[in-house]
């Protein structure tokens, strides 16, 4: 990554974060009686979900990898290789992600507690559970992007549904707006969908709206789905292999 | 049991069809339609540890996906394959390990980094001890000379050089077969023969089982002891290099320049093909007349100037075979006329009868 990539992405990290900023503080001054939290948590939810979003872009990779590699045939060399694929894609991402963290997300969070009244986490126990929720997160962004992936497999372009996924993504997830405030419905739906996973559970646990058994439990509804998905992964490839063609000779 | 195990396997790939004109795109949003290519149709064979096969065909016949099959990166849609006691697309990790493969349309090195920092990636893909890889590493060097680029980004190699450096990092865990698709692509001539030798010395020091596919006949013929032919997914031929030219070849041409022009005659156990001026072309049977006596008898006759005695070229040969549709094959291919080749060459035999004879010709 150049110099000025770096700094750009954190000022663009830094103007949607203020958007946030802006639109919660004007909305709590509007009607503070719908929320049912304070500002500063709202304040902080905002700004965080716009944050994580964009350090969560770097498992996009997963799917552009996978649909370049089909695309251009190059995915046999990665299957020559005496490794399994979505563990050698989870090993590749991985390090992509840790990347992302350290010079988007923890830039981005200190230039947020520094200009914007971003909060530290409700206490100390909660700011560690947050990171542990994030583990689980980043599982289920991983697969979900490993499965749009593999459909690259049977229609070789992914980019419209990409799209769609993001949108998804954005909405399910409670990145957009929380999803308490949902009309009951669509927040049926997003409590089944696992996007939750990803931004809309940590950030909870970081605001301190759950309770230590709401929080538990929402760990263990994360680390299932991982597993569920991550096991939908090694399925959906394992039918998928059998239909793979190699482009390009 | 054979090292290698093909058992009828079969390959389909479905294509979407485009329909044309304004409907046709319509129905295709909504009804796509598909149709079945079969790129490897029923193949059987069974290839022996430490034998080195060529695997030969016109482009688009089945070769790459067969070996993209063997080497587990493709599923056969039908049949069974098993190597080393594997079966390489369901065990492909453990397989992988085992064998190497070279693909000369494609790098398996990282493109951005210096060759040599590709060999440790693999060196820790493979988990090769680091023993076992600077032996390698020095011997595969030494041997194919890559002391000049190895540390050079790959994507400033030459073609050539980076299918040299391709073949090592194919070698690098030591494995027990190693596939080539294309591998003499780019090299040039100096470096083919190297390879050649190299490919060679890992045969029979290692007992590496090389199976290898090319365009380049000239190589299968000095490399490869045992050749395939598949054409549109069918095996058309499974032997040796020298049994395709007794069996589809058997006829040789005689050509003699005389002191004067003298008439047609006609000869015992030879065929007068074409008789131009002085010269004049014979055709005989190499199993039932032998080329001496036949110039002998000729000696007898009339005074001779000079002559040649041409065999039909490999690549003629192998010509005719792909040039006669899968299935079709004639057992006995004896008349000349067959040879399309052979009419083009016997036409451009004119003039000085030194001007065409034994040497290689190219077309």
């Known amino acids: 990554m150049y110099r000025q990539e770096f700094w750009l992405r954190i000022l663009n990290n830094l103007v949607v974060m203020y958007g946030a900023y802006w639109l919660w503080n004007t909305l709590y001054d509007r009607q503070p009686q ?121 229609t070789m372009n992914i980019q419209r549904i990409g799209w769609i996924y993001y949108s998804m993504l954005a909405f399910f997830s409670g990145q957009l707006v929380p999803l308490w405030f949902f009309p009951p419905f669509l927040a049926q739906m997003a409590y089944l969908l696992p996007f939750r996973c990803i ?15 709401e929080t538990l439990s929402a760990l263990g509804l994360q680390a299932l789905w991982a597993a569920a998905l991550l096991a939908a992964c090694q399925i959906t490839w394992s039918r998928a292999h059998a239909r793979l063609t190699v482009q390009g000779g | 049991m054979p090292l290698i195990h093909v058992q009828s396997v079969t390959k389909q790939f479905r294509r979407r069809l485009r329909r044309e004109g304004f409907r046709g795109t319509f129905a295709n949003l909504f009804i796509p339609q598909y149709e079945a290519i079969t790129a490897v149709d029923q193949v059987s064979f069974a290839i022996e540890a430490g034998e080195i096969v060529g695997y030969i065909g016109p482009n688009g016949a089945g070769k790459s996906t067969t070996i993209k099959m ?107 077969i190693l596939f080539l698709d294309e591998p003499t692509i780019g090299v040039d001539v100096v470096s083919k023969e190297r390879l050649r030798s190299f490919l060679r010395e890992i045969n029979q020091a290692r007992q590496v089982t090389i199976l290898l596919t090319t365009h380049d006949l000239n190589e299968i013929e000095k490399l490869c002891p045992r050749v395939l032919i598949i054409d549109h997914g069918h095996i058309l031929y499974d032997g040796s290099i020298e049994d395709i030219r007794t069996r589809y070849a058997s006829e040789r041409l005689l050509a003699i320049e005389f002191e004067d022009a003298i008439p047609d005659f006609s000869l015992e156990g030879a065929m007068l093909k074409r008789s131009q001026g002085r ?53 006995e291919l004896n008349s000349f006329s067959a040879l399309p080749a052979w009419n083009a ?13 034994y040497s290689i010709t190219w077309w």
Request: proline letters at 5%.
């Open chain 1, 199 to 213: 931004i809309g559970i940590p950030l909870s646990i970081y605001i301190g709206k759950l309770t230590l058994g």
């Open chain 2, 70 to 176: 063997l080497s587990g990166i493709l599923v056969p849609t039908s049949g069974a394959i098993e190597v080393l006691g594997l079966i390489p697309s369901r065990q492909r990790k453990q397989y992988a390990r085992q064998i190497g493969a070279v693909f000369g349309q494609r790098t398996s090195l990282w493109w951005d980094v210096p060759v040599i920092d590709s060999f440790y990636l693999l060196r820790d893909i493979y988990k090769v001890p680091e023993m076992q890889f600077q032996r390698n590493l020095a011997l595969f060097s030494d041997l194919l000379g890559l002391g000049e680029f190895i540390h050079v980004p790959v994507r400033q190699l030459s073609l050539g050089q980076r299918v040299l450096a391709d073949i090592t990092a194919a070698l690098l865990h030591d494995p027990a």
């Open chain 2, 279 to 331: 010269k004049k072309w014979f055709a005989f049977n190499r199993f039932e007349t032998s080329a001496t006596d036949l110039i002998a008898s000729i000696n007898l006759k009339y005074p001779v100037a000079d002559l040649t005695v041409t065999e039909p070229e490999i690549e003629d040969v192998i010509r005719l075979i792909y040039q006669d549709q899968a299935g079709r094959m004639k057992l």
């Open chain 2, 345 to 357: 060459r016997l036409r451009s035999c004119t003039g000085r009868s030194s001007g065409c004879g």
């Open chain 1, 34 to 154: 719908i929320f049912t939290i304070s500002r500063g948590q709202m304040i902080s939810y905002g700004m965080l979900a716009m944050l994580m979003g964009t350090v969560f872009y770097a498992s996009n990779q997963v799917r552009y990898y996978l649909m370049d590699q089909v695309r251009t045939g190059a995915i046999q060399m990665d299957l020559l290789r005496p490794l399994d694929l979505l563990f050698h894609l989870l090993a590749r991402n991985s390090g992509q992600m840790i990347f992302s963290v350290l010079t988007l997300g923890l830039p981005g969070f200190l230039a947020g507690a520094m200009f914007l009244e971003l909060r530290p986490p409700s206490s100390l126990q909660d700011g560690l559970l947050f990171l542990l929720s994030l583990a689980p997160a980043y599982l289920v962004s991983f697969a979900l992007n490993f499965l749009v992936g593999m459909i690259a497999v049977y």
